[in-house]
């Protein structure tokens, strides 16, 4: 059951191949009695920790030389296994991963073909964010024009072309639209787009990506806007956008029939949050557009003539205010919709009452990574944001919009046999922070 390796994929023309995970024990054990550095990952083996979003799945797992040297090191279609007689669904198999590197743990010749590995293995996001390649984005949407603000660089905007002709032509990107462009350039490792949960309020504007990692510019946005890059390994089409606290009605069953089977193990329950945690109001900033920006007249200073100088004011803001919370402190968001003012140095209408949906949109988005927010209303909640819960097994949890994290670890700490835990976690960002903990070591 606890296997590595290459499945068979049609298409693919690489033999399958595959090889047993090796028990960790005696060489965790040998170690200590040889009295050799402590090699911090070889805690976590055999493990797999998926997170939402940015962060990579990362996973470590013992292999001898002899199996290593059967796989394909450069493969991207590889499997990991693993299951646990206690229960009678596994998550298995965990598809399309990639091995980072391996890292000899045993005393012995390089070439030993029973020297024992520490294979790191990785998702597609792991090498779409790697520190030694970058997939790079040149691609600018919606530039306001300096001295014309009322339009958008013709480069900048969608369907450009050199020999596009007359400018009518080009059309300003959407929120799904300029998403869908920069995940497309990544698709051969993310998948087709899946398209957005919602359609965020207004246009974006102002996004400059040159030089940028494309997979830094997604998770940006989606951030941005309250939503973020979901994972199931187990699925053939494993990444989709969430929006962030939604409701999750498959999660709620999951937890429940586990709980009745008996495989919780560990609950760390939060309940609400305090003064120090939940603002009273949140205060979204739009930056302003002077309708003669860069033309404006500017004239001395007097007492007499000082109403005409140019307003100095860089913004217009919005105050949202939540009756059911009870915090009393303040927060501060800035958003991309830029609001016009007139020659008069008046705010437009339909720009402020824009600003007023996208303030109470970004708002609740802000609410929902302190505390959930119901996805049908508005009313404020009373469930604490943040969730660690252990179950026994390999069980079949995947990441999503109120789940942050997934964790299958083996376990040998309660009996003989080569037993697994699963772990599902909501917050902090990233969710295990206790896997980089060996970058640091290692630097």
């Not at 606890?2 to 068979?8: I, K």
């Not at 040149?138 to 306001?144: A, F, G, K, T």
């Not at 305090?274 to 003669?292: D, E, H, Y």
């Not at 500017?298 to 100095?312: C, L």
Request: proline share 6%; net charge neutral.
């Amino acid at each position: 059951m606890n296997t590595f390796g290459q499945p068979y994929v049609e298409g693919l023309g690489l033999t399958p191949t595959l090889v047993p995970l090796c028990d960790p024990r005696s060489v965790r054990e040998d170690r200590v009695r040889f009295r050799r550095d402590h090699i911090p990952m070889l805690d976590r083996v055999n493990s797999l920790y998926c997170p939402v979003g940015r962060y990579p799945s990362r996973g470590w797992i013992l292999l001898s030389r002899y199996d290593y040297n059967r796989l394909s090191k450069y493969s991207t279609t590889l499997q990991l296994n693993i299951g646990d007689t206690r229960v009678s669904t596994n998550v298995s198999p965990l598809n399309n991963l990639s091995i980072v590197q391996a890292q000899c743990v045993t005393r012995g010749l390089a070439a030993d073909l029973n020297a024992i590995y520490l294979v790191e293995i990785t998702d597609a996001r792991g090498i779409l964010c790697s520190e030694w390649m970058k997939f790079p984005l040149e691609q600018s949407y919606n530039i306001r024009v300096p001295g014309y603000p009322q339009t958008f660089y013709l480069e900048s905007m969608k369907d450009y072309t050199a020999e596009a002709g007359y400018p009518d032509s080009r059309t300003t990107w959407t929120w799904s639209t300029m998403i869908g462009n920069i995940w497309n350039k990544m698709s051969a490792r993310l998948g087709t787009f899946p398209g957005l949960p919602f359609a965020p309020a207004g246009t974006p504007e102002g996004f400059w990506f040159h030089g940028t990692s494309a997979w830094t510019a997604l998770c940006d946005i989606l951030d941005h806007l309250g939503m973020t890059v979901a994972c199931d390994l187990t699925s053939a089409t494993p990444f989709t956008i969430v929006k962030i606290g939604a409701t999750d009605a498959a999660l709620a069953v999951k937890q429940a029939l586990y709980s009745l089977r008996g495989n919780i193990e560990d609950d760390l329950e939060w309940i609400d949050a305090g003064a120090a945690r939940v603002p009273k109001t949140i205060t979204v900033l739009f930056r302003r557009r002077n309708s003669t920006y860069g033309t404006e007249e500017t004239v001395a200073y007097r007492n007499d003539i000082m109403a005409e100088q140019w307003n100095m004011k860089n913004h217009y803001s919005v105050d949202i205010t939540f009756a059911e919370s009870n915090g009393v402190g303040k927060h501060y968001i800035w958003s991309d919709f830029t609001v016009r003012y007139d020659d008069s140095s008046n705010d437009v209408d339909a720009d402020v009452a824009m600003a007023q949906r996208i303030a109470l949109e970004r708002a609740r988005q802000h609410l929902r990574r302190i505390r959930w927010i119901s996805a049908t209303s508005d009313t404020f909640p009373q469930t604490g944001a943040y969730m660690e819960q252990t179950y026994s097994g390999a069980l079949p949890f995947s990441t999503g919009s109120r789940v942050d994290g997934v964790a299958w670890t083996q376990d040998y700490s309660n009996q003989p046999w080569q037993g697994w835990k699963t772990k599902i976690v909501r917050g902090p960002c990233p969710p295990f922070p206790e896997i980089y903990d060996h970058e640091t070591y290692r630097k």
